[in-house]
């Protein structure tokens, strides 16, 4: 009997002992990739990469690290392993859009590697989609949303305003989002009350609050470089579509001030260069209406941006050069100075497909003078710096959130080989491109 009794507490004690290992999550191995980690300008060459839980478990030269068994192994050899993207200035469909439109969106930002979004015009229904995606029910970047926007129609009176503070904050948003037309004493008590109940506040500059104000009030980040060629001008209460029509009145001895005051104010920039760049650059609107990703988009959707395109070609060529060559130079400037900056696109908006958007952001802010590095930084590891999620995200390291994208060539060395995506994992969920490919192809 007492044989019998030592002889099953063995048995237990090994079968407790195995559950464990049984019941452990698999792996999922990247194999020889050249490793992009972002807390540095270079590249770990021959690297494998363990997974597991949607954390990054174990990192360093093939050959060195053991690959566990029943593992999904990713031949990377030859390929570029870097954290996933982020897109700062991102739009989900609106409240009354079907559930498969909103999940087809946030589905294109993944399929391009974008692993956080921080949503610009917020509803009700985008928390929900928040909590969705952060439980991994649905295939999405990381959601950070403003609420609905706060702006000359909405919050016309301060009572309006802080009341939509007040709801905003109790309702669990993440920000505040500023559009145009609020004026300057609603945008004093509204700025007034975001600090008392601790909800940032970003987007646009009213004309009526002004670059100044906007600083000094200490804006999260100014989207669209909105306010800065106003500020250079010599009228800018005249100012139209971002101050398009003053390009020939700026005085640019006031660019180091501004810069100075931006610096002081630890405001963030989004620049959405890209937006400006499609809408007044000379390329035919029915040219860049063949672009591939252009499939991805409603037809009368896509005739209203060539619409808008014709529109501002109106504007002369030279006027929209000069303009464009500005604000590259204040892109330049302020992030040579040390202002920090955060990689957005504004999508879906003129000419910008989700996801897609982001890449062609990355080849305009080199174009302004950023390194590739410094351009993928803005959406990455500062990406974690802004939100304060250093020590979880940003960089690929061991004990990091797995959110990674796989490219076929190294975008230190062209920054266009960021588009050339073999697969992304979010949260640890691996798709390569095989299955990006079937489900986009699906319309799903």
Same mark, same amino acid.
């Given at each position: 009997m007492k044989q019998f009794f030592a002889a099953s507490l063995a048995v237990a004690l090994v079968a407790a002992l195995a559950a464990p290992v049984a019941q452990q999550t698999p792996a999922t191995a990247f194999v020889g990739a050249n490793v992009i980690t972002m807390e540095r300008d270079g590249v770990l060459r021959d690297q494998t990469v363990i997974v597991r839980g949607g954390r990054i478990e174990a990192m360093g030269p093939t050959g060195k690290v053991t690959v566990p068994a029943g593992s999904t192994r990713v031949d990377a050899a030859g390929k570029f392993l870097m954290p996933a993207l982020a897109e700062m200035h991102a739009h989900i469909p609106p409240g009354n859009a079907p559930d498969e439109a909103i999940e087809r969106t946030l589905f294109l930002y993944a399929a391009s590697g974008i692993g956080t979004i921080r949503g610009m015009l917020g509803d009700p229904r985008h928390l929900t989609y928040r909590a969705r995606a952060e439980k991994g029910v649905i295939v999405s970047p990381r959601i950070y949303t403003s609420g609905p926007s706060l702006n000359g129609k909405s919050a016309p009176t301060i009572e309006a305003a802080v009341q939509m503070v007040t709801t905003q904050k109790q309702a669990g948003y993440d920000l505040l989002k500023i559009h145009p037309g609020v004026k300057r004493d609603v945008f004093d008590a509204m700025a007034a009350k975001a600090q008392e109940v601790g909800?940032?506040?970003?987007? +646009?500059?009213?004309?009526?609050? @002004?670059? !100044?104000?906007?600083?000094?009030?200490?804006?999260? $980040?100014?989207? +669209?470089?909105?306010?800065?060629?106003?500020?250079?001008?010599?009228?800018?209460?005249?100012?139209? *579509? *971002? @101050?398009?029509?003053?390009?020939?009145?700026?005085?640019? &001895?006031?660019?180091?001030?501004?810069?100075?005051?931006?610096?002081?104010?630890? $405001?963030? %920039?989004?620049?959405?260069? $890209?937006? *400006?760049? +499609?809408?007044?650059?000379?390329?035919?609107?029915? !040219? %860049?209406?063949?672009?591939?990703? %252009? /499939?991805?988009?409603?037809?009368?959707? =896509?005739?209203?941006?060539?619409?808008? /395109?014709?529109?501002?070609?109106?504007?002369? &060529?030279?006027?929209?050069?000069?303009? =464009?060559?500005?604000?590259?130079?204040?892109? /330049?400037?302020? +992030?040579?100075?040390?202002?920090?900056?955060?990689?957005?696109?504004?999508?879906?908006?003129?000419?910008?497909?989700?996801? *897609?958007?982001?890449?062609?952001?990355?080849?305009? %802010?080199?174009?302004?003078?950023? $390194?590739?590095?410094?351009?993928?930084?803005?959406?990455?590891?500062?990406?974690?710096?802004?939100?304060?999620?250093?020590?979880?995200?940003?960089?690929?390291?061991?004990?990091?959130?797995?959110?990674?994208?796989?490219?076929?060539?190294?975008?230190?060395?062209?920054?266009?080989?960021?588009? /050339?995506? &073999?697969g992304v994992m979010l949260n640890g969920r691996w798709m390569s491109k095989a299955d990006i490919d079937k489900r986009l192809e699906s319309g799903k």
């Open positions: 909800i940032p506040f970003a987007g +646009h500059v009213p004309l009526d609050v @002004g670059l !100044a104000r906007a600083l000094e009030a200490k804006y999260a $980040t100014i989207d +669209h470089l909105d306010g800065y060629v106003e500020a250079l001008a010599k009228n800018p209460m005249q100012s139209q *579509f *971002f @101050g398009l029509n003053l390009i020939n009145e700026v005085d640019e &001895s006031r660019i180091p001030a501004l810069i100075e005051k931006t610096k002081a104010a630890g $405001t963030w %920039m989004v620049p959405t260069e $890209t937006l *400006f760049v +499609h809408l007044l650059n000379d390329e035919d609107a029915q !040219a %860049m209406a063949q672009r591939p990703e %252009m /499939k991805y988009i409603q037809p009368q959707m =896509l005739q209203n941006w060539i619409g808008q /395109k014709q529109k501002f070609a109106q504007t002369p &060529s030279a006027d929209r050069q000069k303009y =464009l060559a500005l604000r590259r130079r204040l892109i /330049k400037r302020l +992030h040579a100075a040390g202002v920090p900056f955060l990689l957005g696109s504004d999508a879906p908006q003129w000419w910008n497909v989700p996801g *897609f958007s982001i890449h062609r952001e990355l080849q305009v %802010m080199v174009a302004a003078g950023l $390194t590739p590095y410094e351009a993928l930084r803005s959406g990455t590891a500062n990406i974690a710096a802004y939100f304060g999620t250093t020590a979880t995200a940003g960089t690929v390291a061991k004990g990091k959130r797995a959110d990674l994208v796989l490219v076929d060539a190294n975008p230190l060395d062209a920054i266009a080989n960021s588009a /050339k995506i &073999s």
